[in-house]
């Protein structure tokens, strides 16, 4: 039997829960005092308040700063304030790059997103890239320096742990435990402290110098590259890991790619003496691959060739590589916060929260087309003979217009879209729905010219394409030059991308104002009869050709000038031709615009109120300034 023995009894617990202050009215028992969390004055407050233009309009940014050993996980603020805008897949590459000067504190780019790039020279703490979440961290030392980077701590312990994405490239030796836990980065060294790449699951990490004991103990997944190591396997763990020979194709590219993006960004002198004679120095590396990795990229490789279904192929630093293991997670396309809502979309990402889309979708190659029905890599077609308006938007796939081959585009300067596909595109307006309050065309979150998407999308996909440039025209004056170069507001304010991929609407727009060009329905707009105003239009960009176009359409005698020695501004000279084609785009409307009675007059600068004045009184009429600037604004 059990027999309970009261030990308890003379305890007295109850004064345990006695409110505090009842004990002693000094003490505090709610917030009397804020906290300093000592972040209001840290080095990433600057970066967030200097990039804004990176974070509000998706605009490259790049900005040098110096940096000290008590600035302490810098990148990580400003990796919030990219997560909280684009979610977790970022901002487009390269987007915000700085290049930093000087000793950084501990924990340097942890968390940092991807479409950051932090570049130190001299060198960091621990922890360096921890929970690395795509962004690009290099670290090199001092240009100056006389000392080899391959024989010298550039980096401190613990860096990369916990890494999910993105890339790191440092120049020198990296100290204890490098890489631990990392399950998706990529990562080049010049060698590494004791425990290296210890319980990794993901990623690569190429090693150009020795390595400490226990190397890859615990290391379930991705791929460890070591250059010359000595005492091999006598310093590692081979508990879970077996030693190759780097001779597979996919492991060559990767290598080379890696070591390429690591001399760009670092200068490392011993990756360039590799890369100088690659085909001899590839066979000092050994590959450390674990055995149950290697066993299930076996068995998915297998099901793929039963299947016939390639691995798509995707980039790692510009580098196309197949093997998805090794791969960068594909480019999202990302909208600026300010041209459109929070949203969801199907596929990945959390209820309520801003995701993207992660499908790959190759833009290089044009699709077959087969019979009546091309299909995308997903389940839905792209296109299809008689497309259904009523359901469109359920049943196909989105599909912008491809790019030309890169071996073709790369040997001209024209424009890099291909020839657009009439089936493909009558299917594509199908998915505009009926939405019922459309924003697309809102001025205030869609198109800023109020074009009248759904009218003209719906007579596409009727075939109507005549009437579909005449409903286009009656708010756009050069539809030529905003189908090509806008960064379409409207599809970010699509309805349907809430849940879906948008509609083309800008694929769409080019292709109708194209087609009225090549069928002869684009026309002088020579007034009926004159008003006698004369109008001196000073500038041809943009503005001032739309100003001209719009002023002649009212019957006034419309003159442009401009200081360049050609008409277009922005459109001639800031725009590249593989976006803008110069001849058969800008100078067709000019052209147009000249037989409609607009004069241009080209090399006038206008200088100093003497010269406008003289222009107002030529004019005998008003004067309209639409001028840029040639030099941002400080």
Partial sequence: TYTHTCIH???DLRPLLVPAHHLNPQAGTICTQEQDHGIDDVLDRDLISACQPALRDLKPWRQFFKIKNTDRSVGTMLSHEVSKLYGENGLPANTIHINFLGNAGQSLGAFLAHGVVLELEGDSNDYVGKGL?????????????????????????????????????????AAERFCVRNSGAHAVVEGVG????????GGSCIILGDIGRNFAAGMSGGEAYLYDAKKLPHKMNMEMVGLEKVEAPEDLEHVKSQ?????KYTGSKIAKKILSNFDVEIKKFTKVMPHEYKAVLAKR?????????????????????????QARAPQPTRVPPSSRGIHTRRGPGQPGKRSFSTSVKPTAEPEEKKADVVKDEDTRPVSVANSNKVKGFMLYERSSIPYRDATERSKDWLEVYTEPDMQKLTTQASRCMECGVPFCHTQNSGCPLGNKIPEWNDLVHKGSMQEAYYRLIETNNFPEFTGRVCPAPCEGACV???????????????????????????KPSVPASRTGKRIAIVGSGPAGLAAADQLNKAGHTVTVFERADRIGGLLMYGIPNMKLDKVSVVERRIKLMEESGIEFVTSATVVSEAEAQKIHAESKGSVTNVIGAETMAS
């Avoid at 240009?143 to 080899?148: H, V």
């Avoid at 070591?259 to 001399?263: D, R």
């Avoid at 099901?303 to 798509?312: F, G, H, Y």
Wanted: hydrophobic fraction near 35%.
């Fill in 133 to 173: 979440s795509g962004g690009i961290i290099a670290v090199r030392p001092p240009r100056d320096a006389t000392f080899e980077s391959n024989e010298n701590i550039i980096v401190g312990n613990v860096c990369l742990y916990g890494a999910v994405r993105g890339y790191a490239y440092f120049s020198g030796i």
């Fill in 259 to 263: 070591l390429e993006a690591h001399v």
């Fill in 496 to 522: 349907l991308g809430i849940t879906e991929e948008p509609v083309t609407i800008k694929n769409i727009e080019n292709t109708i104002i194209d087609t009225a060009f090549e069928q002869g329905w684009v």
């Fill in 194 to 201: 004791d425990h290296g790449c210890e319980y990794m699951t």
């Fill in 301 to 325: 490789k297998a099901e793929a060739a039963k299947n016939q279904i390639e691995s798509p192929t995707l980039e790692i630093e510009g580098k196309k590589q197949s093997k998805t293991a």
């Fill in 9 to 11: 009894q003379g305890l």
